[in-house]
């Protein structure tokens, strides 16, 4: 058994492809064939049900894949620690972002740490925020850009604050004014939220509690866009992030955007990792070029 041949497995597991699998490992399907093969003949056990329509895998091709997952993941930890014993600047870094902050931070970050880690490979992964802690747990990406609060099992480092506005339709009473607007003018108001799993749904839910709003019936959205969209079609009201809105809107035509008066809601952002992990020294590194983002302070909103 090498490494090369549970890669081979994993990325059959990944694809349910012999051909796309493969491709993905840069070999022929025989070759790929052919190790898996002799795989489970030195296992002696069965790890793909041949025969059957697609791949599947055996239960025990199931957990031979989950431990060969950690394997990997372990065997790159120990080419990282050697790079980053080699440099600690140098090698590469897996950073994950979650859907409704990766578009509007990623933008101005990574040309920044381009210029300033300039022999860091940086990986970029947007997931939803459970899948980026799983994928943390299992060790498929160093670092995450997520919300506060965090799994306690990992070493985080604040960011930065980031502040809710309110989207309105330009029909709407709250929209003719440019004064902030309190919470609790969402009393009663039906307010468009996104689907489970998104971190913002579960922090927009807290603040409609809190005012006495509801959630409209029947539509959830998948990207802040369509909630933008739906705003301006009049479908209701949402909370959109403070990045989101940086740049001018005027594209969004019916949109009204207002800021919330003192104590605005917000989201507490943070860089997140595993406690122990070779890029640890790394870390604040990359926080601080994180942080330089928000450092001209608030940022305006589109009209």
Do not use: W
Request: proline share 7%.
């Amino acid at each position: 058994m090498n490494l090369r041949d549970l890669e081979y497995l994993v990325a059959l597991h990944e694809q349910r492809h012999f051909g796309r699998a493969a491709a993905a490992c840069f070999v022929s399907q025989p070759t790929l064939s052919t190790q898996i093969k002799k795989l489970e003949t030195e296992l002696g056990a069965p790890l793909i049900e041949r025969g059957s329509r697609g791949v599947l895998f055996t239960l025990a091709g199931e957990q031979v894949v989950a431990r060969a997952k950690g394997v990997l993941s372990g065997a790159e930890e120990i080419r990282a620690i050697a790079r980053y014993a080699t440099d600690p600047r140098s090698g590469t870094l897996r950073l994950g972002v979650f859907p409704t902050l990766a578009p509007y931070l990623l933008p101005h970050v990574v040309p920044r740490i381009g210029r300033e880690l300039p022999d860091l490979r940086l990986l970029l992964v947007e997931e939803k925020t459970p899948d980026l802690v799983d994928m943390l747990h299992a060790g498929s990406i160093d670092a995450a850009v997520l919300a506060m609060p965090v799994d306690e099992a990992f070493d985080h480092l604040p960011l930065f604050r980031e502040d809710f506005v309110l989207a309105v339709p330009s029909t709407h009473a709250l929209a003719g004014s440019t004064d902030p607007v309190t919470t609790a003018a969402l009393g009663g108001q039906n307010v468009l939220l996104l689907t489970d799993g998104h971190c913002l749904r579960d922090q927009a839910l807290e603040v409609c509690a809190l005012a006495g709003a509801a959630e409209r019936d029947g539509f959830r959205a998948t990207s802040l866009e369509t909630l933008r969209h739906m705003v301006a079609a009049g479908g209701g009201i949402t909370l959109l992030p403070q990045l989101s809105v940086v740049a001018p809107v005027a594209e969004y035509e019916g949109v009204a955007l207002r800021p919330f008066a003192p104590p605005a809601p917000y989201r507490d952002i943070a860089l997140v990792f595993r406690r122990g992990g070779v890029h640890g020294g790394l870390m604040e590194e990359l926080a601080d070029i994180l942080r330089g983002v928000c450092e001209q302070g608030p940022l305006p909103l589109g009209t």
